[in-house]
């Protein structure tokens, strides 16, 4: 069974930082890539990025703001937002999906399964 809990978000003032934090059972960290949607108010579901046992895939538009690590003691996945802005607001998503097509799970919307997600708002 596939669980995914995060944990993290919050109010950030614009140019700081936050991270986010996803824990998964043993069976979806071994077996998923790990990842992160986002979706702001009015907006669709965007991809992030994706992190497995064999490499890292991230959107280009958060490539070297956002920062993806895993941890395989504690089933956990990071996100590290770095220079947050205002459009960064949204609900962002905990998703796992093929581990061997990082760049599918962020791009092609493969997501296999949610997490139930967690609000980040920029704001001063």
């Known amino acids: 069974q596939v669980q995914l809990v995060e944990s993290g978000g919050g109010l950030v003032q614009p140019g700081g930082s936050l991270r986010l934090s996803c824990v998964a059972n043993k069976y979806t960290f071994d077996l998923y890539g790990l990842g992160w949607y986002r979706q702001a108010p009015g907006k669709e579901r965007e991809g992030l990025s994706c992190?497995?046992?064999?490499?890292?895939y991230y959107k280009d538009s958060v490539k070297g703001r956002f920062v993806m690590s895993r941890d395989s003691a504690t089933n956990t996945v990071y996100l590290q937002m770095n220079d947050l802005q205002a459009d960064d607001t949204a609900v962002y998503y905990c998703?796992?999906?093929?581990?061997?097509?990082?760049?599918?799970?962020?791009?092609?919307?493969?997501?296999?399964?949610w997490g139930q997600g967690t609000q980040v708002t920029v704001s001063w």
């Open positions: 998703v796992a999906g093929p581990r061997y097509a990082c760049s599918g799970v962020v791009e092609r919307n493969r997501v296999d399964y």
């Open positions: 992190i497995s046992a064999t490499g890292e």
